[in-house]
């Protein structure tokens, strides 16, 4: 079985500067998608962006960037230029390639407050 | 192009009573998954349904069911309600690939609350 930790239960930063939530897993997959997710206060769930194992390039996506260390099993996520909008609780979560019988494995999340 | 839509948004039930929650999904999406979200547990995976077949399932008791119809909406049941089955029900739709690629668009919930 997989497990997902996120060691940061609660995150405060001002707003525009940087901030870097962690994300450690534990699995014996070799191929594998890693995930990060966001659950405004209005609790629907989006996807941020998304990492193969098998790719070395981290994934980008506009202000959101990763740090995938595969040996490490460590996949935290960047947020550049931070915005009001980014407050938000922010999980991480590991899929097997191919799928599996838990389905998504999601951390515990990190509540992420941008302060003006 | 219409969201992923829940019903009901809350409701509330007493111990030993049964509920039934609906989940449409987006327009030609035909996998649909469901978690339950509580603070102590976190998000955890309920099953997964792809046409109207359940692919996977998570290790929840026999209370907790579901199904699929032709037009890919979904329903989940639980009956004989917990205090312990309190939680947001988080539905979620996907392209045909399913949860493989973990391309999931969520619902907004539903909100039990067992008394």
């Given at each position: 079985a997989q497990?997902?930790?996120?060691?940061?239960?609660?995150?405060?930063?001002?707003?525009?500067?940087?901030?870097?939530?962690?994300?450690?897993?534990?699995?014996s997959e070799n191929n594998y998608y890693l995930f990060w997710y966001k659950q405004p206060p209005s609790r629907q769930m989006i996807l941020?962006?998304?990492?193969?194992?098998?790719?070395?390039?981290?994934?980008?996506?506009?202000?959101?960037?990763v740090n995938f260390q595969k040996a490490a099993k460590s996949f935290s996520l960047k947020i550049s230029d931070s915005q009001l909008g980014d407050?938000?609780?922010?999980?991480?979560?590991?899929?097997?390639?191919?799928?599996?019988?838990?389905?998504?494995?999601?951390?515990?999340?990190?509540?992420?407050?941008?302060?003006? | 192009k219409a969201g992923v839509t829940q019903t009901p948004r809350y409701l509330i039930k007493t111990r030993g009573q049964q509920v039934t929650l609906s989940c449409s999904p987006i327009s030609g999406h035909r996998s649909v998954s469901w978690y339950q979200q509580t603070?102590?547990?976190?998000?955890?995976?309920?099953?997964?349904?792809?046409?109207?077949?359940?692919?996977?399932?998570?290790?929840?008791?026999?209370r907790f069911s579901g199904r699929q119809f032709s037009n890919s909406r979904s329903e989940?049941?639980?009956?004989?309600?917990?205090?312990g089955d309190s939680a947001l029900y988080l539905c979620a739709s996907s392209l045909d690939g399913?949860?493989?690629?973990?391309?999931?668009f969520f619902g907004e919930g539903s909100r039990l609350?067992?008394?």
């Open positions: 497990t997902v930790t996120q060691s940061q239960p609660e995150m405060s930063v001002q707003e525009a500067e940087t901030v870097t939530l962690s994300c450690t897993y534990d699995t941020v962006i998304r990492q193969e194992a098998y790719k070395q390039q981290n994934a980008t996506e506009n202000r959101f960037s407050t938000a609780m922010y999980f991480c979560a590991f899929i097997p390639t191919g799928g599996g019988a838990d389905g998504l494995t999601f951390g515990k999340g990190t509540h992420l407050i941008i302060q003006p | 603070p102590g547990q976190g998000l955890q995976f309920l099953f997964e349904y792809f046409s109207e077949t359940q692919r996977n399932k998570g290790n929840f008791p026999g989940m049941n639980v009956s004989t309600l917990e205090l399913g949860i493989i690629t973990g391309e999931l609350t067992v008394l």
